[in-house]
Structures are given as structure tokens and as C-alpha cells.
Nanobody, 115 residues
Framework: QVQLVESGGGLVQPGGSLRLSCTAT????????MGWYRQAPGKERELVAG???????NYADSVKGRFTLSRDSAKNTWNLQMNSLKPEDTAVYYC?????????WGQGTQVTVSS
């Protein structure tokens, strides 16, 4: 069993930055994929950034050049650095790990971009 704990959400003005973190409660190896998703009110959950086991990272077109996904293996943590935030980035952000035959989700963290 793997638990994922997210942190770092909050309220930020347009143009500002936030850093989200997703920490696994135990060391896990050889994940298949890891991703940050978000869900805005009335919208479907969408993939924002993801990394596959070979290390390739992909981003949604809407966040390319603004968001960066990275991994701190020593801390079992994946970070999402979000810069130049826009009001349309407002959503609940979730991390997801595909490990073995199971998918694990964090509890979600709210990001609100507003002046």
C-alpha cells in the first residue's frame, strides 16, 4: 500500500508562483508513471504533467514553459513548480502514481489564482 501526501497549495496572485509537493509515505521503486492532475469546478480531471519510468516528462500544452515536474528520490517526493500562474490554473491538484497493478492518488490540494 502506498499513500501520497500533497502539500503546497494556496492562494496566489496572477503571475505568481507555487510549488506543490507529493510525498510517498514509503520508498517505492520502479514506478510505471507519476502524474499531477487537476480538476476545476464543473470540469473533468486533466493531466497537467507526467513522468514515465524512463524519465521522459510530458506537459499539457496549457502549462508548457510555466510548470516543471521534478523528483527528489531521496525524499520520495515529486515536485511541481508552477510559475506565471493564471486564473485558469485554479483547481484542485492531485498527484497519482501507477505502481505495479495499482494506481494511487493523493487527497488533493487547492490552488487558487486570483487578484
Amino acid at each position: 500500500q502506498v499513500q501520497l501526501v500533497e502539500s503546497g497549495g494556496g492562494l496566489v496572485q496572477p503571475g505568481g508562483s507555487l510549488r506543490l509537493s507529493c510525498t510517498a509515505t514509503r520508498t517505492i521503486f520502479s514506478i510505471k508513471t507519476m502524474g499531477w492532475y487537476r480538476q476545476a469546478p464543473g470540469k473533468e480531471r486533466e493531466l497537467v504533467a507526467g513522468i514515465i519510468s524512463g524519465g521522459t516528462t510530458n506537459y499539457a500544452d496549457s502549462v508548457k514553459g510555466r510548470f516543471t515536474l521534478s523528483r527528489d528520490s531521496a525524499k520520495n517526493t515529486w515536485n511541481l513548480q508552477m510559475n506565471s500562474l493564471k486564473p485558469e490554473d485554479t483547481a484542485v491538484y492531485y498527484c497519482n502514481v501507477l505502481y505495479g497493478d495499482n494506481a494511487y492518488w493523493g487527497q488533493g490540494t487547492q490552488v487558487t489564482v486570483s487578484s
